[in-house]
């Protein structure tokens, strides 16, 4: 994501995740809690080992790392997730699934699924993943 898309993204998303500081203790802003959050989407990471690059403990983390999802949801729904409205806008979609991703009939993905493989033989890492096994799987960079 360039800055210009995390910025905006921020701008979005921050008054939902913003939280006031208290007489105890400064809040983790609203920056850290996106960055935090957009860290663990992209990398799998566990809450453990992420605390260390975020400097949010883990059990912080397991707290702001599903609000922040909830409030990425709740603000780019209606204009990122639009539901079609007409089978021509259904039509249009497929069609889109079969030039860009060579999938055809499909309406859509969310996310991705890894699914275990035995690798080919002499593919190297070509199937091995951020998760440290071999897995073969639709991306879910097509929408």
């Not at 990471?45 to 400097?55: D, N, P, W």
């Not at 609000?67 to 249009?92: G, V």
């Not at 079969?98 to 080919?120: A, D, Q, Y």
Request: glycine share 6%; aromatic share 10%.
């Amino acid at each position: 994501m360039d800055h210009n898309t995390y910025l905006q993204s921020l701008s979005i998303v921050g008054p939902s995740i913003t939280k006031e500081n208290t007489l105890m203790r400064k809040s983790i802003s609203a920056h850290d809690r996106l960055k935090a959050t957009l860290m663990f989407l992209a990398t799998g990471q566990a809450y453990e080992e992420l605390k260390h690059t975020t400097s949010i403990s883990a059990q912080s983390l397991g707290r702001i790392v599903p609000e922040t999802c909830k409030a990425i949801w709740a603000s780019l729904q209606e204009d990122f997730m639009k539901f079609p409205e007409s089978e021509q806008e259904w039509i249009e979609i497929a069609k889109g699934f079969e030039e860009v991703c060579n999938f055809p009939r499909s309406l859509g993905v969310c996310g991705g699924k890894h699914v275990l493989i035995t690798p080919p033989p002499r593919s190297g890492t070509s199937f091995y993943n951020y998760r440290r096994k071999f897995q073969h799987g639709v991306d879910g960079h097509c929408q």
